[in-house]
């Protein structure tokens, strides 16, 4: 079995500052780690995710994230965050192989002030 | 990644009725998943449904009271029975399909039990 924690459950920030929120997961075996953006009153959206090969993944938006196994952690970083990644952000683990059941952290909600 | 669609997008129901969702998927799909998000809380899957059998209930959820079709591979519905307030929460059904190992969301239902 997985489990997923976010070390930060609100994490307030001003505009252009960098941003790292933290993950950290448990399991036996293999995985596959996901993060997801929630925007107000919106669905999940996939904003990255690390399946294999480089442990440095990136999205489109300017989102990276680093697969650490030693340290079993998946943190998302940002070096300069906009109004608009106001939102709330999810990390997700899943066991390798697919066609598996994601289990989800308890969310950090990003605001980003003017 | 797949185009999903939920019915409805909301709804305000009387305690000890039942709801059903409709979860819409653009292509076929092997795995269909349902999630249950309470109010300021994280994900919570209730059970995977795959074409052509039985669905696979988590721990605390149970099919008498989340019976879910699963009637061809594009579409699933979810049924809330015997609603209470404590059932008040964002329904998402989520698919993973092709070779992607990832899952995608649709938008959720936003069910109010009064």
């Known amino acids: 079995a997985q489990s997923v924690t976010q070390l930060d459950s609100q994490v307030p920030v001003f505009e252009e500052a960098p941003v790292e929120l933290r993950c950290n997961y448990s399991s036996s075996v293999s995985v596959y780690l996901f993060w997801y953006v929630q925007y107000p009153n919106q669905g999940l959206q996939l904003l990255l995710k690390y399946l294999s090969g480089s442990t440095l993944v990136e999205s489109i938006n300017g989102f990276e994230a680093e697969f650490n196994k030693s340290q079993t952690s998946f943190h998302l970083r940002k070096p300069s965050v906009h109004i608009s990644d106001t939102a709330e952000y999810f990390c997700a683990v899943s066991g390798a192989g697919g066609a598996q059941k994601l289990v989800f952290g308890q969310g950090t909600r990003l605001t980003i002030n003017p | 990644s797949a185009v999903i669609s939920q019915k409805p997008s909301r709804d305000i129901c009387q305690r000890g009725t039942s709801l059903t969702i409709q979860c819409q998927v653009d292509s076929q799909v092997t795995m269909m998943f349902w999630y249950r998000q309470q109010p300021g809380q994280s994900l919570t899957l209730i059970a995977t449904?795959?074409?052509?059998?039985?669905?696979?209930?988590e721990s605390g959820f149970v099919i008498d009271k989340f019976p879910i079709s699963r009637p061809n591979l594009t579409f699933s519905t979810l049924t809330v029975s015997n609603m209470s307030p404590e059932d008040s929460s964002i329904y998402l059904c989520s698919v993973e399909g092709g070779r992607e190992d990832t899952q995608y969301f649709g938008p959720g239902t936003r069910l109010t039990v009064l």
């Open positions: 449904a795959n074409q052509g059998s039985e669905a696979t209930y």
